[in-house]
């Protein structure tokens, strides 16, 4: 199998709403378009050792915590700052879907982030606070470009990502993949880590699955990526499937994340 990886999303790490920051989905690479990454450097029984500590470093850059620290254990972040915005994008729009769904009337969804309302008139945050219960209640292109009018900056996939894990954390991890994966298409060369993670997120996030399994599921990938393992190796169907798909993107996560309006 010929592991490809594509180029990252258009734009770096926008943080939905607010000034500074980012999300998981500004760092994704553009469905359409495709690129070179370099693959983890095969390696022989002679470099086991380095193997392992390569692995391991890889696996530590998915930054798979971030799903545990949104359940509610910050703690996890250690006073990292990205780790700490990334988890609470994912609550700031669980606060979004409990203003919309009416379990919470003491904040409109504008609230749900801070410093943002002040930004607009209160006939815009009118319609802001629509277009997103919309969106959160009926997911769909149309529904997406009806909030992006006002955010056309934030990128159609931090939608689909942020939507699709609200189905996770109502514990349906099926529904949350199915909505990344209908908007992405079939598992292929258009698939990058970033996408790879959120799906891994839905898993987590949902309780289907810790996320020290997820991690050594990926750490087999990566395995695979080096000739020590093989797909059917891993545990996860979904992941699983998305290594054997035929020209699969490589999981592996670049080496240094992008600088600018970063995490």
């Known amino acids: 199998m010929r592991f490809r990886s594509c180029i990252m999303f258009i734009g770096v790490f926008v943080l939905m709403f607010i000034g500074t920051g980012g999300s998981i989905a500004g760092a994704q690479q553009d469905a359409g378009s495709q690129g070179s990454q370099p693959l983890m450097t095969p390696i022989d029984g002679s470099a086991g050792d380095q193997a392992t500590d390569q692995r391991q470093s890889v696996v530590q850059r998915l930054e798979l915590k971030m799903y545990q620290a949104a359940k509610g254990d910050l703690s996890l972040c250690l006073g990292e700052d990205k780790c700490i915005k990334q988890a609470e994008q994912i609550k700031s729009w669980v606060c979004t879907a409990s203003s919309c769904d009416g379990t919470d009337n003491s904040k409109k969804p504008i609230d749900c982030f801070e410093g943002f309302s002040s930004k607009y008139s209160k ?5 802001i606070n629509s277009a997103a219960c919309s969106l959160i209640q009926s997911p769909s292109a149309e529904t ?4 992006l009018v006002y955010f056309p900056d934030l990128g159609e996939n931090y939608l689909v990502e942020h939507v699709a894990y609200l189905w996770a954390l109502k514990g349906s991890p099926d529904s949350c993949e199915d909505q990344i994966k209908n908007y992405v298409g079939a598992y292929g060369p258009q698939w990058n880590q970033f996408l790879y993670r959120m799906l891994s997120g839905c898993r987590i996030l949902a309780g289907e699955r810790k996320r020290e399994r997820e991690e050594k599921d990926f750490y087999t990938w990566f395995g695979v990526l080096q000739g020590l393992n093989k797909c059917s190796d891993i545990i996860s169907s979904e992941m699983r ?4 798909a035929p020209g699969a993107a ?3 996560p670049p080496p240094v994340e ?6």
């Open 123 to 127: 006939d815009i945050q009118d319609k």
């Open 144 to 147: 997406r470009k009806a909030l």
């Open 241 to 244: 499937d998305a290594c054997s």
């Open 250 to 252: 490589s999981p592996v």
């Open 258 to 263: 992008p600088t600018g309006n970063t995490q």
